[in-house]
């Protein structure tokens, strides 16, 4: 399928030289990511690797109860999926679309056949792995030992990165879920910064208002992993 829509609007693909680009944009297909769609879940094989270029994906550990705690997302910087250039078919964990958009879908084996010959798309794939595995040990340790308050405010800082707006749909279930804490915390927290002025929180959607004063209170996984994104290359886009 021919796309007519820019390939920029990714970081990834935009970054590669055009001999690269022009092996990989035939085999692309331009799909929707509707809110829920769960594109591979852990232990089974990755069929498909996603270029986002609009909306997130969330990267979740799941457990056999159904809890869910999220280890990393994925906006229009970078891949999901793309573990198994090096790592083998099957996925270590669950991806699922958090926030809607769309994205660009590249078949198993025709990525791997591009991995293998594409020395710039191996390197940024690579590179973006290692920032993926960068957030999930940086999670691991944010749950562990950072207040519910510090971490909503370091996700929702997260997340306006990713998609590039003040505007984020969340629902408190969904926080709860990712955060692995009662819906009635994130609710608490969420109420005491929509006093303080710093967000707006109403029927699933925050508005950011204060970012600096969001970052005043967000743990220090936060400038953590932002530092990280300032560092590849090329670096992902952050506000």
Known sequence: MEIQTPLGENRILRSLP??????VRPHLKEIILAQGDVLYRSGEEITFVYFPIAGMISLLT???????IETGIVGRSGVAGATIGNNGPFAFGQAT??????????????????????????????????????????SSACHAV????????????????VLQSDVVALTQEFLSNMMGVQ????SLCAHVLQEKGLIEYSRGTIKILDRD???????????????????????????
């Open 18 to 23: 055009a001999d690269e680009l022009a092996e």
């Open 62 to 68: 799941v457990m056999k109860t159904g809890e869910q």
């Open 97 to 138: 679309v958090q926030i809607e958009g769309k994205g660009y879908q590249l078949p198993r084996d025709r990525f791997l056949a591009l991995f293998a010959k594409a020395a710039t798309l191996r390197a940024l794939v690579n590179a973006y792995d290692g920032y993926l595995y960068f957030q999930a040990q940086q």
């Open 146 to 161: 950072h207040t519910v308050e510090a971490r909503l405010c370091r996700w929702m800082l997260q997340c306006q990165d």
């Open 183 to 186: 819906r009635n915390a994130v």
């Open 213 to 239: 004063g969001l970052k005043l209170i967000a743990c220090e996984c936060y400038e953590a992993t932002h530092e990280y994104t300032l560092r590849m290359s090329p670096p992902i886009e952050s506000a």
